[in-house]
């Protein structure tokens, strides 16, 4: 699809920049601010005033909110107060990020401008779960001192980053389990011929497994569920926000937060899945 619109791009890590060369490629005229750092030939585009009310389109990073009140804007030359970013922007201009906190978009909503979140579209979600689960096995392997074939695993949840999981997993022969709360995800994980645990039950289960790859964004891994794991068993929370893990588990297994893995293990798969659903979000606004 060839694209005769005009995208300003803010802020951002490697992805961002990748999804402008795309949009590039497909024939759209992009311009930038924040990403200076980012190596690519992508046009800058000067003050955020006038980029912004030129533009057709104002796509804001993944995640929107840095530090400190900043635009995440890790590849620029200057910091961004967000505010400053959002006062710049026209009432009424489509503008599209990922991972936008309500504290944004109350902002946002105060100046007329309704930012939608792209990371909520389930055609996202589905395709971010493919490099979030090849990045935790990527870990897995570069942390455990065995091979996954052959080792019992446990993957925690069934949602979308589960069921990428499972398989590829069990696809280099691991002996994995699933864990999940409710009946009818009992049912899918032992249709996919897996073993099956209740998330809710898991106190004096974890000693059969070597591997824990959690996903599921509560406290579902207190101290007290990892009581009875060895110390050399590898924790590996791949759960948004706080994550699922006891924050003074370290003493009994070895824990490793692994967030926003798409961006850090397959930015260009991550920036073309981002692409195809900001796509599909113009498609049905009529902007395509």
């Not at 530090?67 to 961004?80: D, K, Q, S």
């Not at 990371?119 to 996954?148: C, K, S």
């Not at 930015?267 to 692409?275: E, Q």
């Amino acid at each position: 699809m060839k694209h005769t619109l005009t995208f300003a791009l803010a802020g951002g890590d490697v992805r961002q920049a990748y999804l402008g060369g795309l949009l590039a490629a497909d024939g759209a005229q992009v311009r930038t601010i924040g990403l200076e750092r980012s190596g690519t030939e992508l046009e800058a585009g000067g003050a955020p005033r006038t980029l912004f009310a030129e533009a057709d389109v104002i796509l804001l990073p993944i995640p929107v909110m840095g530090t400190r009140g900043r635009l995440n804007a890790p590849l620029a030359n200057a910091p961004y107060k967000l505010t400053d970013v959002l006062d710049a922007i026209p009432a009424g201009k489509p503008v599209y990020g990922g991972s936008v906190p309500r504290m944004v978009r109350d902002m946002a909503a105060r100046r007329g401008i309704e930012v939608q979140d792209y990371l909520e579209r389930e055609e996202l979600a589905l395709l971010n779960a493919i490099p979030t689960a090849e990045g935790a096995i990527q870990i897995a392997m570069e942390e455990l001192p065995v091979t996954l074939h052959g080792l019992p695993v446990l993957v925690i949840g069934a949602g979308r980053i589960g069921t990428a999981l499972a398989p590829r997993l069990r696809g280099l022969g691991a002996h994995v389990t699933v864990s999940a709360r409710r009946y009818d995800d009992f049912a899918r994980i032992r249709s996919g011929g897996y073993h099956y645990l209740d998330t809710r039950r898991l106190a004096g289960q974890l000693h059969a497994f070597p591997l824990v790859i959690n996903t599921v964004p509560s406290p579902v891994l207190t101290r007290r569920v990892l009581a009875d794991c060895a110390p050399d068993t590898l924790v590996i929370d791949l759960a948004s926000g706080k994550g699922g893990v006891a924050d003074d588990a370290g003493d009994l297994c070895r824990v490793i937060h692994a967030l926003s893995l798409p961006g850090r293990v397959a930015p260009r798969s991550a920036a073309a899945a981002i692409y195809d659903t900001v796509c599909h979000m113009l498609e049905e606004e009529g902007l395509l």
